[in-house]
């Protein structure tokens, strides 16, 4: 009877062989990637496949972090690493120890991700630009302390103003230190907020030289920045993520240095023409301003100021003249209505009455009789008559007409 194994023998037993052959040992497969899940802890898990076939891969934290890019799904990529076996599940797989994009290098896959992923968060918004002032009175640089591009910048600022004053902070423009120091410098000279403007600047050099001018931690400086910034990495047909995100990107240094300093020549230039465009325009509104008073001075307001005066002045004595004139004869309308409407109501008074014959007859009492049945034999009554007064004694009384 054959020998009867466990499990577990029979799947380390099959590790001992995979781990003893040299190919697997040592080897770099190619493959899309899917199923990709970047754990927690750090470690990335995924399977990389072809048309036929796909194979389970695990990459740990401590060779995850070292990647330029970001792995995902359905990226072309080669793997490096060893095969072996999990022996808990029976089951084997890549232990990836470095992964590179298919095609393209991780650098440049990189760039392109963080150029993305800045771009959507928005800083590279041209609305969130800072001017460049037009007058600085200093400039901080950073960049390294040796080599040609602080020399030229140094050169091309004092010859276009001697009296500029510029701050170096000297930083590592490559390597693995280089961005943390460039963050770095960015950071302090906005806390001392001694310069108007930044300059990041570096020689022309391969991707990976100028590597440290994509960081994201450079990028992020550069937006914080209270300062404007001016990138000058490179040469003109170099592009890093801090051109993008700087506030004005220089093809060169030197022409940073341009950007940034006003040529001091021709500033007195353009300041001697606009001087003597503003005396001319200021001879012209002055000789305009005099035309115009003279003009107004010739107006006849001005040379017969009185003459106007005396027009209304005899325009409101005819309107005197018109009013009394018009008064008058309302007054003698008046007076012939009040003589007529006075004929009338003297013919209408009781003494014309009475001295027509009338009379008037009162009581012992004074009360005026207009009736006989007021009256009874032996009443004493007055009679008023037109010049004089009449006392009478009723001997009799007679009702009815007295005249037909």
Known sequence: MNRVYSVSDINNYIKQLVSRDLILSD?????????????????????????????????????????????????????????????????????????????????????????????????????????????????????????????????????????????????????????????EAIKRLNEHNKVDVIIVARGGGSLEELWAFNEEIVARSIYASNIPVISAVGHETDFTISDFVSDMRAPTPSAAAELAVPDIEVLLYKLESYNMRMKNSLVKKVTALQNQLQKINSRPSFTQPYDRVNQQRQAIDNLVKNLVRENQAIIKDKKSQFGILAG????????????????????????????????????????????????????????GKIYE
């Open 27 to 183: 080897v770099s497969i190619r493959g899309e990637i899917s199923n990709f899940k970047h754990h927690y802890t750090g470690h990335m898990y995924f399977t990389i496949k072809d048309e036929n076939s796909l194979l389970k891969c695990v990459m740990f934290k401590s060779q995850a972090i070292a990647l330029r890019f970001a792995p995902e799904n359905g990226m072309k990529v080669i793997v490096s690493g060893y095969i072996s076996v999990f022996e808990r599940d029976g089951q084997y797989q890549l232990y990836a120890s470095n992964m590179q994009p298919d095609g393209v290098g991780a650098l440049h896959v990189a760039f392109e991700q963080l150029k993305e992923k800045l771009q959507q968060e928005g800083l590279f918004d041209l609305e969130k630009k800072k001017s460049i002032p037009l007058l600085p009175g200093s400039i901080g640089i950073v960049t390294s302390s040796t080599g040609a591009v602080i020399r030229d910048i140094i050169n091309v600022t004092y010859r276009r103003n001697s009296k500029m004053k510029l701050v170096l902070y000297p930083v590592a423009v490559q390597g693995p230190q280089a961005a943390g120091q460039i963050s």
């Open 344 to 399: 009338k109501l003297d013919a209408l008074s009781p003494l014309k009455i009475m001295e027509r014959g009338y009379g008037v007859v009162k009581n012992s009492q004074g009360h005026v009789v207009n009736s006989v049945k007021q009256v009874n034999a032996g009443d004493k009554l007055e009679i008023l008559i037109n010049d004089g007064l009449a006392e009478c004694d009723v001997t009799s009384v007679r009702e």
